[in-house]
């Protein structure tokens, strides 16, 4: 069975939007470039061809996964509430042992920006602060078998 991927109602429309346009808009101007770079004539010795080629796979791939999320979405109401730890959230915490204070915003893992300190509610933090509160310690337990604690200042 495939796994379901948690999503808001914005996310998901925005996911088929994505999709409709690399489907409706992108395929056939991919199509009629490689249409165009066969009608130069050898194709062993010709980069047009190749590049649309490498672009088509690209954008078949995007396609697909694309199409497995969208299939296997499980949406979730967004909640304004910000007494707890939920998906659309923006919590800060306190990392005790680093004496750091950062700011995540809880997200499906179809908008994870790590640069953007957008994380997944799959991710370790993201899992050890959902349903949490304001002022509670949450033990973050890392892939490699270790954990710290982060205590959570505020929600938003």
């Not at 999709?19 to 101007?29: A, M």
């Not at 991919?30 to 010795?45: F, K, N, T, V, Y």
């Not at 959902?130 to 938003?156: F, H, M, N, Q, W």
Request: with cysteine; glycine share 4%; hydrophobic share 35%.
């Amino acid at each position: 069975m495939a796994e379901l991927i948690v999503m808001t109602q914005k996310n998901y429309e925005d996911l088929k939007k994505e999709l409709d346009y690399l489907v409706k808009v992108k395929r056939p101007e991919i199509i009629e470039r490689i249409a165009e770079a066969r009608s130069h004539g050898d194709l062993s010795e010709n980069a047009e061809y190749d590049a649309a080629r490498e672009e088509q796979r690209s954008n078949e791939g995007k396609i697909a996964e694309l199409e497995y999320k969208i299939k296997n979405a499980d949406i979730r109401e967004e909640v304004t509430d910000t007494s707890y730890v939920h998906l659309g959230s923006v919590v800060t915490v306190y990392d005790e042992d680093l004496g750091e204070e950062d700011v995540y915003t809880i997200t499906s893992v179809t908008e994870v920006d790590v640069m953007a300190n957008k994380i997944s509610v799959e991710s370790p933090v993201g899992a050890a602060l959902l349903k949490r509160k304001a002022g509670d310690s949450v033990e973050v337990k890392c892939p490699d078998g270790s954990s710290y604690t982060l205590k959570i200042k505020a929600i938003k």
